[in-house]
């Protein structure tokens, strides 16, 4: 018992198939860029300033990783991502933020700079 | 368009900021910089992108075939790793049979790719002159120059036609520390912070547009900047470290090491006790099947594989 015990964090990861795993990934970064890019052209036309940009984003992240976990997973994210919901709700958070950064500056430029 | 107009162009956006910039904080830029500065250096770090990816699907090509030993050099390795995996699952006497196998083979390098190369204690072989690491240094060597030529190529060509334009204003306040940095060639002392110049318009398409690229290129796309590279370095840390590139492992090591976990590797078949095992999962255990549940086979059974490994040790130093 004792050695099941230990062993169950190693044990488990020949339940996972890679192949299976980088398509769940490579939905999910799918879903990611395009959060980034549409909440940051939304966040720019309505012209967000200050932390309320950041702060839409955190919403629509949050938001977001809701709807994948309710429903691409069925509220089961332990049979898609080793990670389980951690993975849903951290996984390239910064990568998106950066995007989201160009897109909000572009639009809010775009639409209420430049007349 | 000559370049002279844009200078006027902007010189003149700029007087009249100056003029309103006490009463009003209005700056208002021209729309000529937005349709020749702003959306070429987008457009154009985009297409860059794209092009950046085909051109690296081009060079790398179909992957060269592996040699045969070197297959059946990691198969084995993995073959280890895989009974050690499921060990459970297959009855004791299969196991060991397998284990006593897998052991014995590793010991003696009947997988090796030469099994009548010096074993340990001599240098590792020079990687210059094997034709397979040369292949791999190459391939990474490709895809650095491919990144970064590009990358040089657009910056200076910014800092050539669009040094010291305001091209835009961020969103969000920043500290008067970046101003160096974002106003670079734009020498007013007095300008906001969040106005940035065409540089950094550029550092932020080159960070935000690996988004972009995912969902116009797919997944596995080589347009990124270097940032995606570390994320998928992050991602995948196993795969990153599993191969590193012009750096020759000593498959002996391995096995030997893959030997020792296999003799430390204990069995316990799950059929063993199965209908307890069922029982207890649909809560219909009696005392009676609970208290027979084995403890002491299993204390025994580790007792023996210390054992194993003392006379393995022993048989070592011996010989």
Redesign the interface.
């Not at chain 2, 091209?167 to 306040?173: A, E, Q, T, Y």
């Not at chain 2, 960070?207 to 972009?212: A, D, E, K, R």
């Given at each position: 018992m004792s050695?099941?015990a230990q062993g169950s964090g190693t044990?488990d990861?020949?339940k996972y198939v890679p192949l299976y795993m980088a398509h769940n990934?490579?939905t999910m970064?799918?879903a990611?860029?395009?959060l980034?890019?549409i909440s940051g052209s939304a966040?720019?036309i309505l012209?967000?300033?200050?932390?309320y940009?950041?702060a839409f984003y955190a919403v629509n992240w949050v938001l977001i990783s809701f709807l994948l976990l309710a429903i691409k997973t069925q509220f089961k994210p332990q049979l898609f991502f080793k990670g389980g919901a951690k993975d849903i709700f951290t996984?390239?958070f910064i990568?998106?933020l950066?995007?989201?950064?160009?897109?909000?500056?572009?639009l809010?430029?775009?639409v209420h700079?430049?007349? | 368009m000559p370049s002279g107009v844009f200078a006027r162009h902007f010189c003149t956006s700029l007087h009249l900021t100056m003029a309103t910039l006490g009463e009003a904080k209005q700056m208002?830029?021209d729309?000529a910089?937005?349709d020749w500065v702003?959306l070429p250096i987008?457009v154009v770090m985009l297409l860059v992108g794209v092009l950046r990816h085909h051109i690296t699907v081009l060079i790398t090509g179909t992957p060269k075939k592996p040699q045969l030993k070197a297959v059946r050099e990691s198969k084995a390795l993995m073959r280890g790793s895989?009974l050690r995996?499921?060990r459970n699952a297959i009855p004791p006497h299969a196991f060991s049979s397998r284990k006593a196998f897998l052991t014995e083979a590793y010991d003696q390098g009947k997988y090796l790719k030469n099994p009548n190369a010096p074993k340990e204690g001599v240098p590792a072989p020079n990687p210059m002159t094997d034709p397979d690491m040369m292949e791999g240094m190459m391939e990474g060597m490709k895809k650095q120059v491919t990144n970064m030529v590009p990358q040089m190529l657009i910056m200076g060509w910014i800092n050539f036609f669009f040094q010291g334009f305001v091209?835009?204003?961020?969103?969000?306040?920043l500290t008067l520390r970046f101003k160096s940095m974002l106003q670079s060639g734009v020498d007013t002392r007095d300008m906001d912070v969040t106005w940035v110049s065409s540089l950094s318009w550029y550092f932020?398409?080159l960070?935000?547009?690996?988004?972009?690229f995912?969902?116009i290129l797919g997944?596995n796309n080589a347009a990124g900047a270097g940032?995606n590279d570390m994320?998928a370095m992050g991602?995948m840390a196993g795969m990153a470290s599993m191969a590193t590139p012009g750096q020759p492992q000593d498959f002996n090591k391995i096995f030997m090491a893959e030997k020792e976990n296999l003799m430390i590797t204990?069995h316990?078949w799950e059929l063993e006790s199965i209908e307890e095992k069922v029982l207890r999962k649909y809560g219909k255990s009696t005392g009676i099947t609970a208290s027979k549940t084995p403890k002491s086979p299993?204390i025994k059974k580790e007792l023996t594989v210390k054992d194993k490994i003392k006379a393995a040790q022993k048989a070592k130093k011996r010989s």
């Open positions: 050695a099941d044990e990861v020949h990934a490579k970064q799918f990611r860029a395009g980034a890019a966040a720019g012209g967000l300033k200050n932390l940009g950041f996984d390239g990568g998106g950066l995007s989201y950064i160009l897109f909000h500056t572009f809010y430029g775009l700079l430049y007349q | 208002i830029l729309p910089i937005r702003l987008m895989q995996a499921f091209v835009i204003k961020l969103p969000f306040p932020l398409n960070f935000g547009l690996s988004s972009v995912t969902l997944d940032v994320a991602g204990s316990d299993e």
